[in-house]
């Protein structure tokens, strides 16, 4: 969806190194959340922001952590990436609890090795 | 743990045919939304169809239709005349507090 951005689209990172996800929004939505994707497990709520500053955890949060300082961006950091966290990482947003559902990016392919 | 579940992780479908992926899912809460994302190879997360609970009217978009029962907590999806474009991974989700899916069913169509 072009009113989200998500970089990179690709990366490959070495056992133990941080790493550090963006997700750039053009939507003004108030929530942002990021999900995991892994085979059998469909999508996984890793952290969500609320507003500026306001983040709360997801059902995966162990090793990630967030930060929103503009409406517009939020990142997800993983301080020292492990093989477990490979995944594909998706960044949305949305209105809360809402019949307009979430906008997802693109995604980031994530491997760590 | 899962509170999503689509019990088929494959289905496959004659082009023209119908078919229909299902869902079950756990809440507490009396209002919420439900949905069907399709995310074919692009990785992209596509918005095929959205029921609100409190809505007893079952939701159509096009060929895409739900049978959303309440009470059995199941939301499934059918897709009348299957298009080789409709091959892809189809997730079902809800929303109470944030959204929550399950683990997806792909969905194969055979020319």
């Known amino acids: 969806d072009a009113g989200i951005t998500q970089s990179p689209r690709h990366k490959v990172t070495e056992t133990g190194t941080p790493v550090t996800l963006r997700c750039h929004q053009t939507e003004n939505h108030r929530y942002m959340y990021w999900y995991r994707q892994d085979p059998g497990h469909g999508l996984r709520l890793i952290h969500y922001?609320?507003?500026?500053?306001?983040?709360d955890k997801g059902e995966v949060s162990d090793g990630y952590s967030v930060s929103r300082s503009k409406t517009e961006d939020f990142l997800l950091t993983l301080e020292s990436a492990t093989s477990s966290q490979t995944s594909v990482y998706f960044c949305?947003?949305?209105?809360?609890?809402?019949?307009?559902?979430?906008?997802f990016g693109s995604g980031t392919r994530l491997t760590v090795v | 743990a899962q509170t999503v579940t689509q019990s088929q992780p494959e289905m496959s479908v004659q082009e023209a045919e119908t078919v229909t992926l299902s869902c079950t899912y756990d809440?507490?809460?009396?209002?919420?939304?439900l949905f069907w994302y399709k995310q074919p190879p692009s990785r992209q997360m596509i918005l095929v169809i959205r029921q609100e609970a409190y809505k007893q009217q079952n939701a159509t978009e096009n060929r895409f239709s739900v049978n959303f029962q309440k009470a059995a907590k199941s939301f499934s999806l059918k897709i009348s005349d299957s298009q080789l474009g409709d091959a892809a991974m189809y997730f079902c989700a809800y929303i109470d507090n944030d959204m929550r899916f399950g683990a997806g069913t792909r969905l194969t169509v055979k020319p």
């Open positions: 922001s609320y507003g500026v500053k306001d983040t």
């Open positions: 949305a947003t949305g209105l809360g609890q809402s019949l307009l559902g979430y906008t």
């Open positions: 809440t507490s809460e009396s209002d919420y939304y």
